[in-house]
Protein backbone atom coordinates (compact mmCIF):
# COMPACT_ATOMS: atom_id res chain seq x y z
CA UNK A 1 0.00 0.00 0.00
CA UNK A 2 1.60 3.48 -1.40
CA UNK A 3 0.87 6.68 1.43
CA UNK A 4 2.28 10.28 1.22
CA UNK A 5 3.32 12.37 4.23
CA UNK A 6 3.47 16.49 3.46
CA UNK A 7 4.97 18.83 6.23
CA UNK A 8 3.71 21.86 5.70
CA UNK A 9 2.95 25.23 8.22
CA UNK A 10 4.56 26.30 11.46
CA UNK A 11 2.96 26.32 14.35
CA UNK A 12 3.12 26.13 18.45
CA UNK A 13 0.99 22.88 17.78
CA UNK A 14 0.48 20.99 14.51
CA UNK A 15 -1.86 18.30 14.47
CA UNK A 16 -1.29 15.47 11.79
CA UNK A 17 -3.93 14.51 9.75
CA UNK A 18 -4.48 12.22 7.41
CA UNK A 19 -7.21 12.26 4.79
CA UNK A 20 -8.49 9.02 2.66
CA UNK A 21 -9.68 8.62 -0.67
CA UNK A 22 -13.15 6.09 -1.35
CA UNK A 23 -12.69 3.49 1.56
CA UNK A 24 -15.35 1.13 -0.07
CA UNK A 25 -15.78 -0.75 3.52
CA UNK A 26 -12.42 -1.36 4.39
CA UNK A 27 -11.99 0.19 7.68
CA UNK A 28 -9.15 -2.77 8.98
CA UNK A 29 -6.66 -2.36 6.08
CA UNK A 30 -7.25 1.53 6.63
CA UNK A 31 -6.69 1.53 9.98
CA UNK A 32 -3.80 -1.27 10.33
CA UNK A 33 -1.89 1.78 7.32
CA UNK A 34 -1.80 4.58 9.92
CA UNK A 35 -0.92 2.64 12.66
CA UNK A 36 2.18 1.30 10.36
CA UNK A 37 2.76 4.92 9.54
CA UNK A 38 2.75 5.68 12.79
CA UNK A 39 5.18 3.19 14.37
CA UNK A 40 7.26 3.75 10.81
CA UNK A 41 7.53 7.46 11.49
CA UNK A 42 7.43 7.57 14.93
CA UNK A 43 4.53 10.06 15.13
CA UNK A 44 0.28 10.12 16.39
CA UNK A 45 -1.85 11.13 13.93
CA UNK A 46 -4.59 13.08 15.77
CA UNK A 47 -7.58 12.62 12.88
CA UNK A 48 -8.21 10.83 9.68
CA UNK A 49 -10.97 12.40 7.06
CA UNK A 50 -12.59 10.24 4.75
CA UNK A 51 -13.83 11.41 1.16
CA UNK A 52 -16.88 8.90 0.92
CA UNK A 53 -18.26 5.58 0.10
CA UNK A 54 -17.45 4.75 3.38
CA UNK A 55 -20.32 2.14 3.39
CA UNK A 56 -21.47 1.98 6.85
CA UNK A 57 -23.73 -0.80 6.71
CA UNK A 58 -24.92 -2.23 10.31
CA UNK A 59 -26.37 -5.01 8.85
CA UNK A 60 -28.41 -6.93 6.16
CA UNK A 61 -31.03 -4.18 6.12
CA UNK A 62 -28.63 -0.97 5.50
CA UNK A 63 -27.17 -3.76 2.60
CA UNK A 64 -30.41 -3.03 0.94
CA UNK A 65 -30.07 0.86 0.04
CA UNK A 66 -26.11 0.39 -0.60
CA UNK A 67 -26.78 0.92 -4.62
CA UNK A 68 -24.19 -1.17 -6.57
CA UNK A 69 -24.10 -4.12 -8.70
CA UNK A 70 -24.68 -6.99 -6.34
CA UNK A 71 -21.08 -8.29 -6.44
CA UNK A 72 -19.83 -5.19 -4.80
CA UNK A 73 -22.37 -5.83 -2.05
CA UNK A 74 -20.34 -6.61 0.90
CA UNK A 75 -20.81 -5.83 4.15
CA UNK A 76 -17.28 -4.76 5.25
CA UNK A 77 -15.45 -3.67 8.08
CA UNK A 78 -17.95 -1.11 9.16
CA UNK A 79 -20.33 -3.49 11.51
CA UNK A 80 -17.35 -4.24 14.12
CA UNK A 81 -17.21 -1.34 14.65
CA UNK A 82 -20.78 -0.42 15.21
CA UNK A 83 -21.20 -3.74 17.17
CA UNK A 84 -18.61 -2.47 19.49
CA UNK A 85 -16.32 -5.51 18.27
CA UNK A 86 -13.44 -2.99 17.45
CA UNK A 87 -13.16 0.97 18.05
CA UNK A 88 -11.33 3.50 15.54
CA UNK A 89 -8.04 4.23 17.04
CA UNK A 90 -8.04 7.44 15.51
CA UNK A 91 -10.76 10.35 15.66
CA UNK A 92 -12.31 9.65 11.96
CA UNK A 93 -14.55 12.49 9.90
CA UNK A 94 -16.25 11.14 7.10
CA UNK A 95 -18.59 12.36 4.49
CA UNK A 96 -21.27 10.50 2.19
CA UNK A 97 -20.57 9.45 -1.46
CA UNK A 98 -22.38 7.49 -3.86
CA UNK A 99 -21.84 4.27 -2.29
CA UNK A 100 -23.32 3.86 1.30
CA UNK A 101 -25.96 2.63 3.41
CA UNK A 102 -27.87 5.77 2.57
CA UNK A 103 -30.67 4.93 5.48
CA UNK A 104 -28.15 5.26 7.48
CA UNK A 105 -26.75 8.26 6.50
CA UNK A 106 -30.20 10.24 5.94
CA UNK A 107 -31.34 8.94 10.06
CA UNK A 108 -27.95 11.28 10.65
CA UNK A 109 -28.62 13.49 8.33
CA UNK A 110 -27.30 16.41 10.20
CA UNK A 111 -24.28 14.34 11.19
CA UNK A 112 -23.35 12.44 14.00
CA UNK A 113 -21.75 9.71 15.04
CA UNK A 114 -22.27 6.30 13.29
CA UNK A 115 -19.57 3.80 16.08
CA UNK A 116 -17.49 5.11 18.80
CA UNK A 117 -14.72 7.43 17.30
CA UNK A 118 -16.52 7.89 14.14
CA UNK A 119 -18.41 10.95 12.76
CA UNK A 120 -20.40 11.70 9.91
CA UNK A 121 -20.25 14.78 8.86
CA UNK A 122 -24.01 15.18 7.63
CA UNK A 123 -25.17 15.99 3.56
CA UNK A 124 -23.72 19.25 4.17
CA UNK A 125 -21.73 20.04 7.69
CA UNK A 126 -19.43 21.92 9.42
CA UNK A 127 -17.21 21.15 13.06
CA UNK A 128 -14.64 22.41 14.62
CA UNK A 129 -11.28 20.27 15.78
CA UNK A 130 -8.20 21.33 18.28
CA UNK A 131 -8.77 24.63 15.98
CA UNK A 132 -9.28 23.34 13.09
CA UNK A 133 -12.55 24.22 11.10
CA UNK A 134 -13.88 21.33 8.53
CA UNK A 135 -16.82 21.41 6.43
CA UNK A 136 -17.96 18.95 3.75
CA UNK A 137 -20.94 18.16 1.50
CA UNK A 138 -21.97 14.60 0.62
CA UNK A 139 -23.10 12.97 -2.32
CA UNK A 140 -22.41 13.32 -6.31
CA UNK A 141 -23.84 16.31 -8.74
CA UNK A 142 -26.90 15.20 -11.13
CA UNK A 143 -28.32 17.83 -12.79
CA UNK A 144 -31.75 16.07 -12.99
CA UNK A 145 -31.77 15.82 -9.17
CA UNK A 146 -30.16 18.94 -8.58
CA UNK A 147 -32.97 21.25 -7.82
CA UNK A 148 -35.19 18.13 -6.50
CA UNK A 149 -36.77 18.09 -2.84
CA UNK A 150 -35.56 14.93 -0.74
CA UNK A 151 -38.83 12.95 -1.37
CA UNK A 152 -36.65 9.93 -0.53
CA UNK A 153 -37.84 7.36 2.56
CA UNK A 154 -36.62 4.43 3.28
CA UNK A 155 -37.18 1.50 2.10
CA UNK A 156 -35.10 3.02 -1.27
CA UNK A 157 -36.48 1.74 -4.37
CA UNK A 158 -33.86 1.13 -6.90
CA UNK A 159 -34.01 5.15 -8.04
CA UNK A 160 -34.40 6.31 -5.29
CA UNK A 161 -31.39 4.66 -3.34
CA UNK A 162 -29.39 6.36 -5.79
CA UNK A 163 -31.13 9.88 -6.21
CA UNK A 164 -30.74 10.34 -2.40
CA UNK A 165 -27.04 10.75 -2.73
CA UNK A 166 -27.63 13.12 -5.37
CA UNK A 167 -26.60 17.04 -4.02
CA UNK A 168 -29.39 19.23 -3.84
CA UNK A 169 -29.15 23.05 -4.36
CA UNK A 170 -30.29 23.38 -0.75
CA UNK A 171 -27.61 22.17 0.56
CA UNK A 172 -25.12 24.27 -1.12
CA UNK A 173 -26.84 27.52 -0.56
CA UNK A 174 -26.77 26.70 3.00
CA UNK A 175 -22.79 26.48 2.98
CA UNK A 176 -22.56 29.75 0.95
CA UNK A 177 -24.88 31.20 4.04
CA UNK A 178 -22.38 30.14 6.20
CA UNK A 179 -19.60 31.71 3.60
CA UNK A 180 -16.72 31.14 6.10
CA UNK A 181 -13.41 30.31 4.69
CA UNK A 182 -12.77 26.67 6.14
CA UNK A 183 -9.71 25.39 6.81
CA UNK A 184 -10.65 22.21 5.51
CA UNK A 185 -13.03 21.35 2.86
CA UNK A 186 -14.45 17.77 1.52
CA UNK A 187 -16.20 16.61 -0.85
CA UNK A 188 -16.71 13.48 -2.55
CA UNK A 189 -16.88 14.90 -6.55
CA UNK A 190 -14.35 17.10 -7.75
CA UNK A 191 -14.67 20.00 -8.25
CA UNK A 192 -15.08 20.91 -12.01
CA UNK A 193 -12.33 22.33 -13.30
CA UNK A 194 -9.82 22.19 -10.80
CA UNK A 195 -7.60 20.34 -13.82
CA UNK A 196 -7.06 23.77 -14.64
CA UNK A 197 -4.65 24.26 -11.89
CA UNK A 198 -2.85 21.09 -12.08
CA UNK A 199 -1.52 18.94 -14.53
CA UNK A 200 -4.38 17.83 -16.46
CA UNK A 201 -2.40 16.58 -19.61
CA UNK A 202 -0.58 14.00 -16.88
CA UNK A 203 -4.36 13.15 -15.48
CA UNK A 204 -5.37 11.91 -19.15
CA UNK A 205 -2.30 10.14 -19.64
CA UNK A 206 -3.46 8.09 -16.72
CA UNK A 207 -6.89 8.04 -17.00
CA UNK A 208 -7.45 8.46 -20.77
CA UNK A 209 -11.73 8.20 -20.70
CA UNK A 210 -11.28 11.24 -18.66
CA UNK A 211 -9.65 13.01 -21.89
CA UNK A 212 -13.19 14.25 -23.57
CA UNK A 213 -14.99 15.72 -20.22
CA UNK A 214 -11.66 17.52 -19.59
CA UNK A 215 -11.67 19.19 -23.33
CA UNK A 216 -15.32 20.13 -22.19
CA UNK A 217 -14.80 20.79 -19.30
CA UNK A 218 -17.59 18.59 -18.26
CA UNK A 219 -15.52 16.44 -15.44
CA UNK A 220 -16.32 17.38 -11.99
CA UNK A 221 -19.21 18.85 -10.15
CA UNK A 222 -20.40 22.41 -10.75
CA UNK A 223 -21.94 22.53 -7.22
CA UNK A 224 -18.71 21.63 -5.67
CA UNK A 225 -16.71 24.23 -8.18
CA UNK A 226 -19.21 27.02 -7.02
CA UNK A 227 -18.61 25.96 -3.27
CA UNK A 228 -14.89 25.87 -3.90
CA UNK A 229 -14.80 29.61 -6.01
CA UNK A 230 -17.22 30.79 -2.67
CA UNK A 231 -15.16 29.45 0.51
CA UNK A 232 -11.52 29.56 -0.73
CA UNK A 233 -10.49 26.58 1.65
CA UNK A 234 -7.02 26.21 2.46
CA UNK A 235 -7.18 22.63 1.66
CA UNK A 236 -9.63 20.86 -0.60
CA UNK A 237 -10.12 17.17 -0.61
CA UNK A 238 -11.73 14.67 -3.19
CA UNK A 239 -12.43 11.24 -3.89
CA UNK A 240 -14.54 9.23 -6.56
CA UNK A 241 -12.32 9.23 -9.82
CA UNK A 242 -10.29 6.81 -8.21
CA UNK A 243 -7.33 8.40 -8.97
CA UNK A 244 -4.61 10.87 -7.09
CA UNK A 245 -4.35 14.62 -8.62
CA UNK A 246 -3.15 17.39 -6.87
CA UNK A 247 -3.44 20.79 -7.94
CA UNK A 248 -2.93 24.69 -6.53
CA UNK A 249 -5.30 27.45 -7.02
CA UNK A 250 -3.46 31.34 -6.34
CA UNK A 251 -6.76 32.84 -5.66
CA UNK A 252 -4.28 36.20 -6.53
CA UNK A 253 -4.92 35.17 -10.07
CA UNK A 254 -8.67 34.65 -9.92
CA UNK A 255 -11.64 36.85 -10.49
CA UNK A 256 -12.10 38.43 -8.35
CA UNK A 257 -8.88 38.41 -6.42
CA UNK A 258 -8.12 37.84 -2.95
CA UNK A 259 -5.51 36.60 -0.97
CA UNK A 260 -4.25 32.88 -0.17
CA UNK A 261 -4.41 29.72 -1.97
CA UNK A 262 -6.00 26.21 -2.48
CA UNK A 263 -4.00 23.07 -1.98
CA UNK A 264 -6.38 20.50 -4.09
CA UNK A 265 -5.74 16.85 -3.45
CA UNK A 266 -7.60 13.70 -5.23
CA UNK A 267 -6.92 10.25 -3.77
CA UNK A 268 -7.58 6.87 -5.24
CA UNK A 269 -9.63 3.86 -2.99
CA UNK A 270 -8.37 1.23 -0.94
CA UNK A 271 -6.40 -1.28 -3.24
CA UNK A 272 -2.91 -2.64 -3.25
CA UNK A 273 -0.15 -0.51 -4.58
CA UNK A 274 -2.95 2.64 -4.93
CA UNK A 275 -2.38 6.17 -3.33
CA UNK A 276 -5.22 6.11 -1.31
CA UNK A 277 -4.22 8.29 1.97
CA UNK A 278 -2.05 10.76 2.76
CA UNK A 279 -0.99 12.53 6.06
CA UNK A 280 -0.23 16.10 6.61
CA UNK A 281 0.57 18.62 9.42
CA UNK A 282 -1.99 21.84 9.84
CA UNK A 283 -1.53 24.77 11.97
CA UNK A 284 -3.59 23.94 15.25
CA UNK A 285 -4.63 26.66 18.08
CA UNK A 286 -4.24 23.71 20.76
CA UNK A 287 -3.34 19.65 21.09
CA UNK A 288 -5.20 20.04 25.08
CA UNK A 289 -9.21 20.11 23.83
CA UNK A 290 -9.82 16.32 22.37
CA UNK A 291 -13.63 17.70 22.06
CA UNK A 292 -15.19 17.78 18.79
CA UNK A 293 -17.41 20.60 18.08
CA UNK A 294 -20.41 21.88 15.74
CA UNK A 295 -19.35 25.28 14.21
CA UNK A 296 -21.86 27.74 16.32
CA UNK A 297 -22.76 29.69 12.69
CA UNK A 298 -23.45 26.27 11.08
CA UNK A 299 -26.32 26.07 13.71
CA UNK A 300 -27.56 29.83 12.90
CA UNK A 301 -27.72 28.15 9.24
CA UNK A 302 -29.35 25.11 10.36
CA UNK A 303 -31.78 26.90 12.31
CA UNK A 304 -32.96 29.39 9.44
CA UNK A 305 -32.98 26.55 6.37
CA UNK A 306 -35.22 24.19 8.40
CA UNK A 307 -38.11 26.57 7.86
CA UNK A 308 -36.87 25.83 3.91
CA UNK A 309 -36.48 22.48 3.40
CA UNK A 310 -37.01 20.81 0.47
CA UNK A 311 -39.73 18.07 0.04
CA UNK A 312 -41.51 18.84 -2.82
CA UNK A 313 -40.79 17.35 -6.84
CA UNK A 314 -40.37 20.57 -8.14
CA UNK A 315 -36.97 20.95 -10.01
CA UNK A 316 -36.16 24.44 -9.86
CA UNK A 317 -34.32 26.58 -7.84
CA UNK A 318 -34.91 28.55 -4.70
CA UNK A 319 -36.19 31.99 -5.99
CA UNK A 320 -34.74 35.76 -5.33
CA UNK A 321 -37.27 36.60 -2.83
CA UNK A 322 -36.65 32.98 -0.88
CA UNK A 323 -33.00 33.16 -1.01
CA UNK A 324 -32.97 36.38 0.24
CA UNK A 325 -35.35 35.61 3.14
CA UNK A 326 -33.05 32.67 4.16
CA UNK A 327 -30.04 34.95 4.65
CA UNK A 328 -31.61 37.65 6.49
CA UNK A 329 -33.06 34.59 8.73
CA UNK A 330 -29.73 33.28 8.95
CA UNK A 331 -28.20 36.58 10.79
CA UNK A 332 -30.96 37.05 12.86
CA UNK A 333 -30.54 33.32 14.43
CA UNK A 334 -26.88 34.01 14.31
CA UNK A 335 -27.71 36.43 17.78
CA UNK A 336 -29.95 33.58 19.09
CA UNK A 337 -27.25 30.68 18.63
CA UNK A 338 -24.63 32.51 20.15
CA UNK A 339 -26.50 32.84 23.32
CA UNK A 340 -26.89 29.83 23.52
CA UNK A 341 -23.45 28.51 22.47
CA UNK A 342 -20.74 30.79 24.56
CA UNK A 343 -18.23 28.43 24.26
CA UNK A 344 -16.56 29.92 21.16
CA UNK A 345 -14.98 26.97 20.15
CA UNK A 346 -18.85 25.90 19.07
CA UNK A 347 -21.24 23.24 20.64
CA UNK A 348 -19.68 19.94 21.48
CA UNK A 349 -20.88 17.15 19.84
CA UNK A 350 -22.56 14.39 22.56
CA UNK A 351 -20.39 11.77 22.67
CA UNK A 352 -21.01 8.36 21.28
CA UNK A 353 -23.16 6.03 23.26
CA UNK A 354 -22.93 1.99 22.98
CA UNK A 355 -26.66 1.89 23.61
CA UNK A 356 -27.64 3.53 20.43
CA UNK A 357 -26.46 -0.05 18.90
CA UNK A 358 -27.76 -2.26 21.76
CA UNK A 359 -31.06 -0.77 21.66
CA UNK A 360 -31.74 -0.42 17.55
CA UNK A 361 -31.30 -4.49 17.26
CA UNK A 362 -34.26 -4.58 15.84
CA UNK A 363 -36.01 -1.71 14.21
CA UNK A 364 -36.47 -0.68 10.66
CA UNK A 365 -36.85 3.27 10.09
CA UNK A 366 -37.06 5.07 13.32
CA UNK A 367 -35.45 8.30 14.27
CA UNK A 368 -32.11 8.67 15.13
CA UNK A 369 -31.40 10.04 19.21
CA UNK A 370 -28.68 12.29 17.99
CA UNK A 371 -30.82 14.24 15.06
CA UNK A 372 -33.83 14.59 17.25
CA UNK A 373 -31.39 16.01 20.25
CA UNK A 374 -30.21 18.55 17.71
CA UNK A 375 -33.67 19.85 16.63
CA UNK A 376 -34.19 19.61 20.20
CA UNK A 377 -31.70 22.10 21.39
CA UNK A 378 -32.22 24.03 17.91
CA UNK A 379 -35.81 24.35 18.59
CA UNK A 380 -36.42 23.18 15.10
CA UNK A 381 -38.92 20.80 13.69
CA UNK A 382 -37.67 17.41 13.19
CA UNK A 383 -38.37 16.66 9.44
CA UNK A 384 -36.00 14.06 8.64
CA UNK A 385 -38.58 11.77 10.53
CA UNK A 386 -38.82 8.43 8.74
CA UNK A 387 -42.26 7.97 6.80
CA UNK A 388 -43.25 5.14 4.80
CA UNK A 389 -44.74 1.80 5.54
CA UNK A 390 -45.07 0.38 9.11
CA UNK A 391 -42.00 -1.45 10.75
CA UNK A 392 -40.58 -4.33 9.93
CA UNK A 393 -38.38 -5.91 12.58
CA UNK A 394 -33.95 -6.24 11.56
CA UNK A 395 -31.99 -8.00 12.84
CA UNK A 396 -28.00 -7.03 13.25
CA UNK A 397 -25.93 -9.53 10.67
CA UNK A 398 -24.58 -13.07 11.94
CA UNK A 399 -20.97 -12.67 12.58
CA UNK A 400 -19.96 -15.96 11.57
CA UNK A 401 -18.87 -15.55 8.00
CA UNK A 402 -21.16 -18.30 6.82
CA UNK A 403 -24.36 -17.01 7.59
CA UNK A 404 -23.16 -13.26 6.69
CA UNK A 405 -22.28 -15.00 3.12
CA UNK A 406 -25.73 -16.46 3.28
CA UNK A 407 -27.55 -13.51 4.09
CA UNK A 408 -25.66 -11.31 1.28
CA UNK A 409 -26.92 -14.30 -1.36
CA UNK A 410 -29.85 -13.97 -0.65
CA UNK A 411 -30.11 -9.90 -0.48
CA UNK A 412 -27.95 -10.62 -3.84
CA UNK A 413 -30.29 -13.19 -5.66
CA UNK A 414 -32.79 -10.52 -4.98
CA UNK A 415 -31.41 -7.46 -6.29
CA UNK A 416 -29.68 -8.42 -9.34
CA UNK A 417 -32.33 -6.94 -11.85
CA UNK A 418 -32.87 -3.71 -9.59
CA UNK A 419 -29.17 -2.21 -9.50
CA UNK A 420 -27.82 -0.09 -12.30
CA UNK A 421 -24.11 0.35 -12.81
CA UNK A 422 -22.98 3.49 -11.96
CA UNK A 423 -20.60 5.62 -13.65
CA UNK A 424 -17.40 4.99 -11.47
CA UNK A 425 -17.34 2.09 -11.44
CA UNK A 426 -18.00 1.71 -15.19
CA UNK A 427 -14.54 3.90 -15.27
CA UNK A 428 -12.90 1.23 -12.74
CA UNK A 429 -13.93 -2.09 -12.02
CA UNK A 430 -11.48 -3.22 -9.60
CA UNK A 431 -12.44 -5.70 -7.03
CA UNK A 432 -12.00 -4.86 -3.61
CA UNK A 433 -8.69 -5.37 -1.47
CA UNK A 434 -8.99 -8.61 0.58
CA UNK A 435 -9.33 -8.27 3.92
CA UNK A 436 -6.43 -9.96 5.37
CA UNK A 437 -3.84 -7.41 3.50
CA UNK A 438 -1.47 -5.75 5.62
CA UNK A 439 0.50 -2.24 5.21
CA UNK A 440 4.39 -2.62 5.55
CA UNK A 441 6.97 -1.65 3.39
CA UNK A 442 10.12 0.45 3.95
CA UNK A 443 9.77 4.17 3.24
CA UNK A 444 11.70 6.08 0.41
CA UNK A 445 11.87 10.03 -0.07
CA UNK A 446 10.62 10.50 -3.91
CA UNK A 447 12.38 13.85 -4.69
CA UNK A 448 9.96 16.56 -6.14
CA UNK A 449 10.11 16.78 -10.00
CA UNK A 450 11.04 19.21 -11.76
CA UNK A 451 8.63 21.91 -13.77
CA UNK A 452 8.00 20.57 -16.81
CA UNK A 453 8.28 16.67 -15.67
CA UNK A 454 6.10 13.56 -17.01
CA UNK A 455 3.91 13.39 -13.63
CA UNK A 456 0.19 14.12 -12.79
CA UNK A 457 1.04 16.94 -10.53
CA UNK A 458 0.86 15.35 -6.96
CA UNK A 459 4.72 15.79 -6.13
CA UNK A 460 5.00 19.89 -7.24
CA UNK A 461 2.27 20.21 -4.45
CA UNK A 462 2.70 17.71 -2.27
CA UNK A 463 6.13 16.31 -1.62
CA UNK A 464 5.91 12.77 -0.70
CA UNK A 465 7.33 9.77 1.15
CA UNK A 466 6.15 6.68 -1.00
CA UNK A 467 6.12 3.44 0.50
CA UNK A 468 6.99 1.24 -2.36
CA UNK A 469 6.34 -2.61 -1.17
Given at each position: YSFCTLLVGRATYLMLIAVEGCCHGELDIIYDTLQAVERQQGVKIDLLLMCGDFQAMRDADDLRSLACPPKYKLMGDFEKYYKGERRAPVLTIFIGGNHEASNHLWENYYGGWVAENIFFLGYSGVVR????????????????????????????????????????????????????????????????????????????????????????????????????????????????????????????????????????????????????????????????????????????????????????????????????????????????????????????????????????????????????????????????????????ARHLCNSSAAATHQQLGQIASGITNANKMLDDLLKDTAPPAAATATATGTLHEVPIPQQGADTTGDDEVFPIFVDTN
Open positions: YKGVVIAGNSGIFKEADYFKGYTERPPYSADTMRSIYHVRDYEVQKMLAWGIKPDIYLTHDWPRGIYEHGDAAGLVRWKKQFAEEVETRTLGSPAAEKLLNQLRPAYHFSSHLHCKFSALIDWETQTPPSKGTTRFLALDKCLPQRSFLQVLQVDSDTDADPTLYRHTDWLAVLKAANEFFPTGRDNAPLDPETLSKFRASVNKHKQWVHKRVPNPQGHPVTPWNQAWATDRADYTHTDNPQTAELCEFLEIENKIRSTGPPPV
